[in-house]
Every structure is written in structure tokens, then in C-alpha cells.
């Protein structure tokens, strides 16, 4: 669009919008009108809001979640059992486990996986600090469950951290692998089918 | 998400990320955790854009286009056609008008379109303003050009706005229909190639 048809402003708004994952040029200048049209009810509303996550938001310095206090919601609720920490890749893993309510214990995010070719070694990802909550005198950790994305890069991530962590008296495990719930047969694929076949269990 | 997951200033950022076009809350949370990991380069800056275009971008009391001032750059273009007044639905079809380098001249933001069972009829539209715009004594509009969307909306709203354009010393025209500059014939549907037929021209 060229500059004159509207003030810098909008345009700006334009494109910071099309920088955020799922929204195009196309979409974000959609997104822009619809903010303006409803300037009280959603453009002041994430002008207040994305300052105030600007401003408040933090890294939990233990378990690398994003929250409003360090040490973060999860690491400082004591309800929750210390002694399994689930090792997500990603921000997003750990609220997909919360949203799902699957375990109520403590998160170690890594920050991604591991890949060589984008320069991304083990020193780029939190597995230092997680041989540390792991290894700590003080430590109450009694299982690892390695919950990457069932991808290339965080199978080849899983196995590098059970290599770090062998010999470190904690029970490591991973997620199941399987049909998923609500799945039909004949769209999976033969990995899927032959881990779920080989992972059978009794009715 | 549940509460405890993350501060509720996260959970305010999807929420009001998930109302724009184009995003769902899978989307809004993608989104959300994006700019909180880019907090100086997107974040921030979404907040200082979105601030100030709530504050600084107003709608043109002359032709209903979204520009930071009033008459907006369009209406105060002294280098624009004033003879040719471009009626539009709404300002994105402008922007695309604009992006094109379609025209040079005046527009008019009807903004919507007559929808009867939505309750939307043409006191709520901006088709008054139209009017004394083209019958205004200083008037110097000698074409209004009706571009409004080919959908049947668009054109009840175009037979209205005609209709009340009767008498009117203007000459009304409205956009070609044909085939789209790059489009198969073999994927339009048949009252396109009808009209493509019915307006051929000589070569």
C-alpha cells in the first residue's frame, strides 16, 4: 500500500501484524481495519495489553516458562509432584500439556531442538540447567519424561539428552506412541500403526 | 488455558488476538507466544502502534476513509480528479483500489452494504453524505462510479444507490465484470463468462 492512500500509523500497525505466524499481508492489513473499526473495544484493549505483557512478562529462570513471576506459576506451586519434570521443546508444548490436564508436575523447556544445520548446538538449548535440576544435592526429581515433537529434530534431541543423562539415578521415559484419540486408521501413517500395533496392550 | 497456567496478562493478549480476522485461538496463542519471545522487535512495537494509532487515526467526515487526519490525504489531494467521485463498500476495497493505481480521483465509503434482515438499512450506511456530495451547489462531481463487490449485497446496494441518484445531473457507471486478468476460463463460473461474452470487444 502505497504511503499516501493512509497515515504511517496504520501502516506501521500493518506491519507488525504481518509478522505474526498465520497472519499474511493480505490478512493483516484485514486485521488492521478490524482493529481501527473497533478502536475501544479491541485496538485500545491490545494497545494496554501488549504493553502490559511487554512490561510484565518474564522467563521463569528455573524452568525456562514464560509467566509474570520468576520463579513462575508452575515452579512455585507446591501441590504440584516435584518429582517428575516433563521436558517440553517448546513454550507451547508445556500449555498444550496444561490445556490437556495430562500431568501435574514440573516443566523443563528447552527452547527448541537441536539442529546443526541452523547452527543450533547444546549449549543454544536449556539442557545445562536441566542435567543441573536433575543432578542437584538437593534435587527431588525421580523421572524424566522426555515429551518432544515425535519430528526428526526432537527424536535426535531426546537421544542426545538420555545420553547426558545416563548414569544420573533418575528413571527417564518418553511419551507413548499410538493411535491418537479420535484417529482413523487409514490416514495414519505405517510408523504410527506399527508403534501402535507394537505398543498393544491388553483389554 | 486454565489460569494457573500463565499470568493473566498473556491470557488477556490471546483472548483479544483471537477476535481478529484470520485467528483462531490456536492461532492467537502461536501468535501471543511470538511476541512475547520477540519482545523488543514485535512486541513492543505492537504496543506503541496499536497506542497510537487508537489514538491519532479518525475516520474522514467527507468520504468515511481511516486516515490520521480530517479531510483524510485522499480528500486533501489537490492532484486527485475531483470530477470522479469512487463509491466503495469499505475502506479495504479502497486500500485495493489505491494498491492497484486503479484511479486518481475522490472516493465514497458507503461502509456495508443494505442487509435487511441484519437490520442494516440505508440510514446506516453512509449514502446520505453521497448524496450531498453530488448535489451539493459547489459540487464538482460529474461520474460516480459504483464499485462495489459483484456479490448480491453489493448489488441491491448498487440498484438502491442508483435509484437515488435519479435526477441527479451525474453520470453513474460501475465496474466492468469479465474475465479476471489471469483467470482459466475453465474454473469461472457461468454469469462471468456470460458477461465476458455479452462485453466483448473488438481487438
Redesign the interface.
Known amino acids: ?2 504511503k ?4 504511517p ?2 501502516e ?2 500493518i506491519q ?2 504481518a ?5 499474511g499481508p493480505r ?1 493483516a ?8 473499526k473497533k ?1 475501544e473495544t ?6 494496554t ?6 512490561e ?2 518474564k522467563v521463569c529462570s528455573t524452568c525456562g ?5 520468576d520463579p ?3 515452579c512455585a ?1 507446591p501441590r504440584r509432584d516435584e518429582s517428575v519434570l516433563v521436558v517440553v521443546e ?3 508444548d ?2 498444550a500439556l ?2 490437556a490436564g495430562a500431568v501435574n508436575c514440573r516443566y523443563h523447556v528447552l527452547g527448541g531442538t537441536l539442529s546443526p544445520l541452523d547452527g543450533i548446538g547444546p549449549d543454544d538449548l536449556n539442557i545445562a540447567s536441566l542435567i543441573d535440576r536433575a543432578t542437584a544435592e538437593d534435587s527431588t526429581v525421580r523421572e524424566i519424561v522426555i515429551a518432544v515433537n515425535a519430528t526428526v529434530e526432537g527424536q535426535t534431541t531426546a537421544h542426545y539428552i538420555v545420553d547426558r543423562l545416563e548414569g544420573i539415578a533418575v528413571r527417564i521415559t518418553r511419551l507413548a506412541h499410538g493411535v491418537p484419540v479420535g484417529g482413523e486408521l487409514d490416514y495414519l501413517d505405517e510408523g504410527t500403526l506399527a508403534a501402535a500395533i507394537k505398543s498393544r496392550s491388553a483389554v
Open positions: 500500500m502505497a499516501s492512500v493512509t497515515g500509523e496504520i506501521r500497525l507488525i501484524l509478522r505474526l505466524p498465520g497472519l490478512s492489513r484485514r486485521a488492521a481495519l478490524h482493529l481501527i478502536r479491541l485496538l485500545e484493549p491490545l494497545a495489553a501488549s504493553r502490559e505483557a511487554a510484565r512478562v516458562n514464560v509467566d509474570t513471576s513462575c506459576t508452575l506451586d517448546d513454550v507451547s508445556l500449555w496444561e490445556r
